[in-house]
């Protein structure tokens, strides 16, 4: 999502996919964060699309990372290892590192591997991006015909 809360970030609206198509990522910004919204399942399939997303912000030199994984509907330990070693990466160059919007299994996973004690974690996006000192801008209004 761009400044006005869309996709964007030079990508197609529909962002990348892993193979099989079970997992997209899009990429946007807001401010000085970069958001990357997750779908699907982050598996062993779709962990390297998440890493190279995860690398090239980090090689952006974004000062921080914002992970929205409220329509996550599976991860398993490789999804949660590319995570970690993003937010290690982030850290090292003075990045942070934080995860929207988790439910269900996703938050299970995250709170059974003590992630949730290492990476900030937040309710939903609008939460995690006023904690980020960040705020998505207010739909534009549309002129009535």
Do not use: C
Not at 48 to 69: I, K, S, T
């Amino acid at each position: 999502m761009s400044e006005d809360g869309t996709a964007g970030g030079g990508r197609p609206p529909g962002g990348e996919s892993a193979p099989g198509g079970g997992f997209v990522i899009e990429h946007g910004q807001v401010g000085d964060t970069r958001v990357l919204r997750l779908r699907g399942e982050l598996d062993l399939l779709a962990a390297p699309v998440l890493r190279r997303g995860l690398v090239e912000a980090a090689q952006a030199h974004v000062p921080r990372l914002l992970v929205d994984v409220s329509e996550l509907g599976f991860v398993d330990s490789t999804g949660l290892s590319v995570l970690v070693a993003a937010r290690h990466r982030l850290a090292e160059a003075g990045g942070r590192l934080a995860l929207a919007g988790p439910g269900g299994v996703v938050r299970d996973a995250l709170v059974a591997s003590g992630l949730d004690l290492v990476i900030d974690v937040y309710g939903g996006l609008d939460e995690a991006l006023a904690a980020l000192g960040e705020e998505l801008p207010p739909p534009r209004s549309q002129a009535p015909s």
